[in-house]
């Protein structure tokens, strides 16, 4: 309920000018008055929240890209001296195998994870839409999932997992699914299939939520009327549910995307990255590098590949938003 | 929508200040990592090392103790896993918030020495003599003994001598025999063998017997011998007796595996025996590690960890942390941690006497006198190509390249700055 | 609303209780896991019958000082991140400054930057401030993930304020911190709990920066005290599994408590870029 007046007064603010109708000419004095006074008083209230988002956002995007140039080893790091050493550190990152191998794999999840979340979320969502006894607590305790540390997450379906003792084996093998079990966390494809699965189950809550607000805010009558004109429940997804909600999938699809190109934590904690290297991702080749082995310089590099990857999905999203929002 | 609302606020606000008084007050500890100031009198120590295992920690913290007592200092002592010592040695390092006393596996020693971030003994007038070469090799970087080991050990083959007994199998001397016998061992919910082949370097320490012994090197990993060692790996895998989990399994858990039943031997040290011992209903063996044929003797690994004292801004808390180091390497209890931990003292005199007195430990010292130095070829790129080992083990068990192909890469690796 | 018949309805939400069960199932395992005895390898009955705690007495004794860290970074990130965030986004939304759309563009930006990247850089910088292992340091570490999420939600709540409504103040004689303390602040109260109750479970969750900018156990939140059990107790799975339990606390909690607010900001993720 809340979202739906978040969403409407969101989209109202549009239209803002309309509260000036009356009073414009006392606002417009109103307010010229004292920012010629004020100007500097009104900015300390933005200046620190800035100086703080410039320190920690833009300080690291900087001396990322200045560190991407320079040899960082583990002696020099101890001495202090990191010398320039030009497009080296590109070269070679960019051009190791492992780099194409975790380009692929950071894709084979990213969009493995989106379409299991957003499919599945959207079945949630229009599972929800109509409401029953209980639906408000069941909806509410979906989130879990989502509101839990990822490190506990990953523990426990590392624990699950478990290809000899977990239980998802232990249930395959009873049901007769599988005799020997699936090698979850020891088969490299098997590994990769798994941190796409539980970065699903994480991620389906999140998707729900959102798209069970969108539905909530397409007019009821729409339907009364696909239904007057004899419109199934197939034919009146396709051509009221899906056209309107739209410009919320897009928000939900490029966020997804921009979330999930970073994940860590997950990979870290069920797979290290292993088998075999079969899970590493741009972003834990990125921890690998600069924390595990202390190649910061090569390590930056990485990280400035994803950055360019996220603004690019972040441009998207700037893009797809503001058609969510003036639709 | 909009409604007064003052109440809540000021809750949140009382809140908040409440908040904020708890971290600032907390913060009182910033940087706290025992940094007794340089002009005021040493009390306390930090040590850090990976004994994890609950009997050793225990074990070691009470040595540690005793030491920091005659030191006049208490001991702080951390342990952490195995594979994340030296990420953490190294950021410790970079950040200089290095412990007072460090534990390092011998063969990091070159490694973390070159950095810079260690003193060498010498200068605290810590006596070297007496310790055995191999092990003093490991703990010297460019003339000067950085690191002391208080003991050595080095692998071997446990079993369990029920389940061999049970399934009527002889203890396996050779790699063909070490095949036969796993796939007899193997039952429902039970492998016949496990080994550490995690993407860490404790893998690389339990293949190097397989290697060396096959007349493999570490200089040159893309050779046939290398590649016939990791196939025995591969085919241990392929037919089933061994779990394709030993990709994830530490030597802690392959020993947990072999505790619980689940396994019938094993690879690891004799620092397990203790545990092994503690568990009324295990009855288990130890044998050399199997030879590719029949009739040779296994060239193993030295293992052994050595102390440190790292670089620190307070020359007080240097001396003290080289007291308990002293300490720890003294001819007593060099003998009563080998006892404890079922492993050789390092001092020969102290060794040769234990053999003595403990026939069954005569095994152990004859062992350890063979074994090889990881560090004594390659130095401070060891680790380089201890990676390219692992890496190699991790693509082949997991059959994404075949042993020639993964060893290949793992040259790549050895060979690459 | 449509009507339609309570059988379908009934049978709506037996369908509902079994996806959640799927779903939840997961988190049943975790506390079941961490009830069952200490052993060396659990082969996990369904049940904890009978239930042993032993699990939770470790994990209390290893891991009860992290659970603390972890508050007060928690409340510390809260408090920061609130104390940025509000007056800015009452700024932002109210005062017609110029360049109001180029900060929060900026705003929004921050939140794709991955965070991996924050902390490469902040580790050296931390390195020479000597912010390593420090309650300060994670706290504005932290932060990066509440602060910007806080200006938006803050901001999209305050532009609904009339402005009328405080021209009226102003005119009246107050000044503008007073009209923000007095009038703003509290009539936002409802986007301030639901701002400060993501920003807590952001930093409480928090697993890289903790894994980064910490090389000593001296400050060590929960995150990580989990993340070096899993490497260091294989054999004691129950008490792994027990702090995993506690670790998951405050996210049950602020579901049960606040849980209008935890919906109203999972939604507003998505339309946040109004």
Same mark, same amino acid.
């Given at each position: 309920m809340r979202k739906r007046s978040r969403l409407v007064t969101d989209r109202s603010l549009n239209f803002r000018t309309g509260t000036g109708r009356d009073d414009g000419g006392v606002d417009a004095r109103a307010r010229r008055a004292p920012r010629a006074r004020f100007g500097l008083a009104q900015w300390m209230f933005v200046v620190p929240a800035g100086a703080y988002l410039l320190l920690f956002f833009g300080y690291p995007l900087v001396k990322n890209i200045a560190m991407s140039f320079q040899q960082y080893t583990t002696t020099t790091f101890y001495t202090g001296e990191a010398p320039f050493v030009g497009l080296q550190n590109y070269s070679k990152v960019l051009s190791a195998n492992l780099f194409s191998q975790a380009v692929i794999t950071t894709v084979l999840f990213t969009v493995g994870s989106i379409c299991g979340q957003f499919v599945l979320g959207l079945a949630m969502a229009l599972f929800f839409q109509h409401r029953f006894p209980l639906s408000r607590a069941l909806r509410s305790l979906l989130l879990l999932p989502w509101l839990l540390p990822l490190v506990v997450s990953g523990t426990t379906w590392r624990w699950m997992l478990d290809p000899d003792t977990g239980v998802v084996n232990a249930a395959l093998r009873g049901l007769h699914l599988s005799s020997s079990g699936v090698p979850w966390l020891t088969g490299t494809s098997q590994a990769l299939v798994s941190v796409i699965l539980i970065n699903i189950w994480v991620g389906i809550p999140f998707n729900t939520a959102i798209l069970y607000g969108g539905l909530l805010n397409i007019p009821t009558h729409l339907y009364e009327a696909a239904k007057l004109d004899g419109a199934g429940p197939v034919m009146s997804f396709r051509y009221v549910t899906w056209p309107l909600l739209r410009p919320v999938v897009s928000v939900v699809l490029v966020l997804g995307v921009v979330y999930t190109v970073k994940v860590l934590d997950i990979i870290l904690v069920v797979t290290g990255g292993g088998p075999a290297g079969a899970t590493e991702t741009i972003a834990t080749r990125a921890y690998e590098l600069s924390f595990q082995q202390f190649e910061f310089g090569r390590g930056a590099v990485l990280s400035n590949v994803l950055i360019v990857f996220s603004l690019a999905f972040a441009l998207l999203h700037l893009r797809a938003s503001r058609r969510a929002l003036t639709v | 929508?909009?409604?007064? @609302?003052?109440?809540?606020?000021?809750?949140?606000?009382?809140? $908040?200040?409440? /908040?904020?008084?708890?971290?600032? #007050?907390? +913060? *009182?500890?910033?940087?706290?990592?025992?940094?007794?100031?340089?002009?005021?009198?040493?009390?306390?120590?930090?040590?850090?090392?990976?004994?994890?295992?609950?009997?050793?920690?225990?074990?070691?913290?009470?040595?540690?103790?005793?030491?920091?007592?005659?030191?006049?200092?208490?001991?702080?002592?951390?342990?952490?896993?195995?594979?994340?010592?030296?990420?953490?040695?190294?950021?410790? @390092?970079?950040?200089?918030?290095?412990?007072?006393?460090?534990? $390092?596996?011998? /063969?990091?020693?070159?490694?973390? #020495?070159? +950095? *810079?971030?260690?003193?060498?003994?010498?200068?605290?007038?810590?006596?070297?003599?007496?310790?055995?070469?191999?092990?003093?090799?490991?703990?010297?970087?460019?003339?000067?003994?950085?690191?002391?080991?208080?003991?050595?050990?080095?692998?071997?083959?446990?079993?369990?001598?029920?389940?061999?007994?049970?399934?009527?199998?002889?203890?396996?001397?050779?790699?063909?025999?070490?095949?036969? @016998?796993?796939?007899?061992?193997?039952?429902?919910?039970?492998?016949?063998?496990?080994?550490?082949?995690?993407?860490?370097?404790?893998?690389?320490?339990?293949?190097?017997?397989?290697?060396?012994?096959?007349?493999?090197?570490?200089?040159?990993?893309?050779?046939?011998q290398a590649a016939q060692a990791l196939q025995l790996w591969v085919d241990l895998v392929k037919n089933g007796s061994m779990s394709k989990s030993v990709l994830n399994w530490t030597q802690a858990d392959v020993h947990d595996q072999f505790a619980a039943g689940r396994t019938a031997m094993m690879i690891n040290g004799p620092w397990r025996i203790a545990a092994l011992n503690n568990d009324r209903n295990m009855n288990w063996g130890v044998a050399p590690v199997p030879v590719p044929r029949v009739g040779q003797v296994p060239v193993t690994p030295l293992g052994g960890e050595v102390w440190t004292v790292p670089q620190s801004s307070s020359k007080d808390r240097q001396k003290k942390a080289a007291e308990v180091l002293a300490c720890l390497n003294s001819a007593p209890n060099t003998l009563t941690l080998a006892e404890q931990h079922f492993t050789v003292p390092s001092r020969t005199a102290v060794a040769a006497r234990y053999a003595e007195q403990d026939p069954t430990m005569a095994v152990f010292v004859k062992s350890v006198e063979g074994a090889r130095v990881r560090t004594g070829e390659l130095g401070v790129r060891w680790p380089k190509a201890a990676t390219g080992i692992y890496t190699a083990i991790q693509s082949a068990l997991t059959g994404e390249q075949t042993p020639e192909e993964a060893l290949r890469h793992a040259q790549e690796i050895a060979t690459s700055d | 609303m449509k009507p339609s018949p309570s059988r379908g309805r009934l049978s709506s939400t037996v369908v509902g209780i079994v996806l959640l069960a799927l779903m939840l199932f997961p988190v049943y395992w975790m506390v079941n896991a961490s009830l069952q005895p200490a052993g060396n390898l659990l082969g996990g009955d369904l049940f904890p019958l009978p239930p042993d705690v032993s699990g939770y007495v470790i994990a209390l004794r290893d891991q009860g000082s992290n659970l603390l860290t972890s508050l007060v970074i928690a409340l510390g990130s809260v408090a920061l991140s609130l104390g940025l965030a509000a007056p800015a986004a009452y700024a932002l939304a109210q005062f017609s400054l110029r360049g109001t759309n180029l900060v929060l563009l900026g705003v929004l930006i921050t939140q794709m930057v991955p965070s991996i990247v924050v902390a490469n850089a902040l580790y050296s910088a931390y390195t020479d401030l000597g912010l390593l292992n420090s309650h300060v340091g994670l706290i504005l570490a932290d932060s990066t993930a509440g602060t910007p999420f806080a200006i938006i939600i803050l901001h999209s709540f305050m532009r609904t304020i009339p402005r009328e409504i405080i021209e009226a103040a102003r005119v009246d004689g107050a000044g503008r911190v007073r009209v923000f303390r007095s009038m703003v602040l509290p009539l936002s109260s409802n986007a301030l709990i639901t701002a400060a109750v993501f920003t807590f479970l952001f930093t409480w969750s928090d697993f890289l920066f903790a894994l980064t900018l910490t090389t000593t156990p001296t400050v060590q939140p929960i995150t990580l005290g989990i993340y070096q059990y899993l490497g260091a107790h294989t054999e004691q799975w129950n008490a792994v599994m027990a702090t995993t339990v506690m670790a998951s606390v405050p996210a049950v909690l602020l579901l049960a408590v606040a849980q209008r607010h935890v919906t109203a900001g999972a939604t507003s993720g998505a339309v946040r870029a109004g």
């Open positions: - | 929508m909009i409604s007064p @609302a003052g109440r809540p606020v000021r809750r949140i606000a009382a809140r $908040l200040a409440g /908040a904020m008084a708890l971290v600032l #007050a907390t +913060t *009182g500890c910033v940087g706290g990592a025992g940094t007794g100031s340089a002009t005021g009198k040493v009390t306390s120590i930090t040590v850090l090392d990976y004994y994890t295992q609950r009997s050793e920690h225990t074990q070691w913290n009470e040595v540690l103790t005793a030491c920091g007592k005659t030191a006049g200092v208490t001991v702080e002592h951390t342990s952490v896993p195995p594979a994340s010592l030296i990420p953490r040695v190294l950021r410790q @390092a970079s950040s200089r918030t290095l412990p007072d006393l460090l534990m $390092l596996d011998n /063969a990091d020693l070159q490694q973390i #020495a070159q +950095t *810079g971030a260690l003193t060498p003994l010498d200068q605290y007038g810590i006596d070297t003599n007496g310790f055995a070469e191999g092990i003093l090799s490991a703990g010297t970087y460019e003339g000067k003994v950085y690191g002391l080991a208080p003991y050595v050990s080095t692998v071997a083959l446990f079993y369990s001598k029920d389940m061999l007994a049970e399934a009527g199998v002889a203890v396996p001397r050779t790699w063909d025999e070490l095949k036969e @016998a796993a796939a007899g061992l193997t039952r429902q919910g039970r492998y016949g063998m496990a080994v550490d082949a995690s993407a860490t370097f404790e893998s690389s320490w339990q293949f190097l017997p397989f290697l060396w012994s096959n007349g493999g090197h570490e200089k040159r990993l893309d050779t046939p | -």
